[in-house]
C-alpha cells in the first residue's frame, strides 16, 4: 500500500488538486447569482403571482419596493392582498397609486372595489357622493357597484330610476326583481304570529308556514283543555287543575315559539335575499373589468 | 514526505469545506421565535354563569337521564335532545323564557310529520335545533339551511 502511494504521488497530487477548487468554489455560484438582489426579488415574485401564490408573492414585491419604486409592482403588491382577501391593506396600497400616471384610473378602481369587499358600505357610499378619487374611465362600474351595494346592507333604497338606469339591460329584469325583493320582503311579523297564536293556538305558526307544527299545537293544547273541563266536569279537581296548567303552558310555549318561528323565518327570507344577491353578482364578477398587467 | 502533503491537502479540503457550509443559515435570517401566548388567542376559561335555577334544572335533568332516558335509549330526534334543550334554554335566557322555549319545543317534537323540510341535519341524522335561535333576539339568530348536514 505505502510503495502504492508513493509510486502515484504525483497521481494523487493532480487528483488533489482537482478536487481542491471544486470544493472551494462549490458553493459560489449561488454567491454570485445573490438570490436575494431586487431583481431576483421580482422575478421570484412575478413567478409566484402567476402561480397564484399572493401570499409569497406579497413578500417578495414588498422586498423589491424598498429598493426601486415601481408602479406597475407597488399595483400588483395591493392586488395580492386583495386576491388574498386582506381589502384594509389592498385600499391602502391602491391609495398610494392615486398619482400614478400610467395606473392611476386603475389603482383607483381597485380602490372603490376594495372598499366594496371589505363590507364598508358607508365608507364607499360617502367616498362616492363626496366624488373622492373617482376614476372617471370607470365611472359608470364604480356607480354600479355603489348601487349594488344597497343590496348588502339595511339603508334605505335609492330612487327606482337612477338605480334601474346604471345597469345594462340584459341586467335589468333580475335587478328589478332583487330591488324589490329588498324593499318590500316578504316578512312575518313575530306580532301578528303571536296574536294569532293567542287566538287560536297553532294559527302563528300556520301564519308562518310551519303547518304541521301548527295543527300539532292546536290538537296538544285542545285535547289539554278538554281534559281539563271533562275533569273538573266530573269533580276530577286536582287532575282537572293538572290539565289546565299543562294545557295553559302549552298554550303559552306555543305563542312564544310561534314568535320564534317568525323570526326564524324572517332570518330565512334575509338569508336567501343575500345568498341569491351575491351569487346573482359573484358569477358577474360584480359588471366589473378585469384588470390586466 | 507525501504523508504531510497529505495531511496539508485534507486540512485544505476540511477547511474550505467548513468555510463554505451552512451559509444558508445566514442568509436566511433565522428569527426568534417567541412561544409565549398571545392575549387574544388565550382561552377563555371564565366559568358559564351558574345561575340557581339552573343548577335546579340541572339537577332534575341529571335525574332524568339517570332514571329515564339511559334506560330509554337516545330518542329524541333533535339535537340537542329536548331535556338539554331545556337546560340550555335556561342557561341562554333565564328560567321563565327558557320554560317557554321548550314547551315550544316539546310541541314541535310531538309533530309526527316534521321533516328535514324545516329542520338542518345534525352530522348523526338529527334535527339541529339549537336553542339560540329561539331567544327572541333577532341578531342570535344563526340561520341554517333545512336539509343542510351541519359537522
Given at each position: ?135 372617471w374611465d370607470y365611472k359608470d362600474e364604480i356607480k354600479r357597484l355603489y348601487y349594488i351595494s344597497f343590496f348588502f346592507d339595511n339603508s334605505v333604497l335609492p330612487d327606482t330610476n337612477n338605480f334601474f338606469s346604471s345597469f345594462p339591460d340584459s341586467n335589468k329584469s333580475v335587478i328589478k326583481q332583487f330591488y324589490f325583493r329588498k324593499k318590500f320582503p316578504e316578512y312575518k ?105 | ?88 334554554s335556561v342557561g341562554e335566557a333565564g328560567l321563565i323564557k327558557g320554560s317557554l322555549m321548550f314547551s315550544d319545543r316539546f310541541l314541535r317534537d310531538l309533530n309526527l310529520l316534521k321533516g328535514k323540510n324545516q329542520y338542518p341535519l345534525y352530522k348523526i341524522g338529527k334535527f339541529y335545533d339549537p336553542p339560540y335561535n329561539y331567544t327572541l333576539s333577532q341578531e342570535k339568530i ?10
Amino acid at each position: 500500500m505505502k510503495g502504492f502511494l508513493i509510486n502515484n504521488k504525483f497521481l494523487f497530487c493532480i487528483y488533489f488538486l482537482f478536487l481542491l477548487p471544486i470544493v472551494l468554489y462549490s458553493q459560489n455560484y449561488i454567491d454570485q447569482q445573490n438570490l436575494f438582489s431586487p431583481e431576483s426579488r421580482l422575478k421570484f415574485g412575478s413567478y409566484l403571482y402567476s402561480e397564484e401564490d399572493y401570499l409569497r408573492a406579497s413578500v417578495e414585491f414588498r422586498e423589491y419596493l424598498k429598493y426601486v419604486d415601481n408602479d406597475t409592482v407597488r399595483f400588483k403588491f395591493a392586488t395580492c392582498f386583495y386576491k388574498i382577501g386582506r381589502f384594509q391593506e389592498a385600499a391602502d396600497n391602491f391609495k398610494g397609486l392615486f398619482t400614478s400616471r400610467n395606473l392611476q384610473q386603475e389603482s383607483k378602481l381597485a380602490y372603490y372595489k376594495s372598499v366594496f369587499f371589505q363590507k364598508n358600505y358607508s365608507l364607499f357610499r360617502i367616498s362616492f357622493n363626496n366624488e373622492f378619487h373617482i376614476p372617471w374611465d370607470y365611472k359608470d362600474e364604480i356607480k354600479r357597484l355603489y348601487y349594488i351595494s344597497f343590496f348588502f346592507d339595511n339603508s334605505v333604497l335609492p330612487d327606482t330610476n337612477n338605480f334601474f338606469s346604471s345597469f345594462p339591460d340584459s341586467n335589468k329584469s333580475v335587478i328589478k326583481q332583487f330591488y324589490f325583493r329588498k324593499k318590500f320582503p316578504e316578512y312575518k311579523n313575530p306580532t301578528t304570529a303571536a296574536l294569532l297564536s293567542g287566538l287560536i293556538p297553532g294559527l302563528g305558526k300556520i301564519y308562518v308556514g310551519e303547518i304541521t307544527d301548527g295543527f300539532t299545537s292546536l290538537l296538544v293544547t285542545g285535547v289539554l283543555t278538554f281534559l281539563a273541563i271533562d275533569n273538573f266536569k266530573h269533580n276530577h279537581n286536582f287532575r282537572g287543575w293538572l290539565f289546565a296548567g299543562l294545557g295553559a303552558y302549552f298554550y303559552g310555549g306555543n305563542i312564544y315559539g310561534s314568535a320564534a318561528a317568525a323570526q326564524i323565518f324572517n332570518a330565512g327570507v334575509k338569508f336567501n335575499f343575500d345568498s341569491d344577491v351575491r351569487l346573482y353578482f359573484e358569477k358577474r364578477n360584480y359588471l366589473l373589468p378585469e384588470i390586466k398587467l | 514526505m507525501l504523508s504531510r502533503f497529505l495531511i496539508i491537502t485534507f486540512i485544505l479540503l476540511l477547511q474550505s469545506s467548513c468555510n463554505f457550509a451552512q451559509t444558508d443559515w445566514v442568509k436566511w435570517n433565522a428569527q426568534e421565535v417567541s412561544y409565549t401566548i398571545d392575549d387574544q388567542v388565550k382561552p377563555n376559561k371564565t366559568a358559564v354563569n351558574q345561575t340557581f335555577p339552573l343548577t335546579v334544572v340541572s339537577f332534575f335533568r341529571n335525574l332524568y337521564g339517570l332514571f329515564i332516558s339511559d334506560l330509554d335509549g337516545d330518542n329524541c330526534p333533535f339535537y340537542p335532545s329536548c331535556s338539554n334543550f331545556f337546560v340550555q334554554s335556561v342557561g341562554e335566557a333565564g328560567l321563565i323564557k327558557g320554560s317557554l322555549m321548550f314547551s315550544d319545543r316539546f310541541l314541535r317534537d310531538l309533530n309526527l310529520l316534521k321533516g328535514k323540510n324545516q329542520y338542518p341535519l345534525y352530522k348523526i341524522g338529527k334535527f339541529y335545533d339549537p336553542p339560540y335561535n329561539y331567544t327572541l333576539s333577532q341578531e342570535k339568530i344563526i340561520y341554517q339551511i333545512p336539509g343542510k348536514v351541519i359537522d
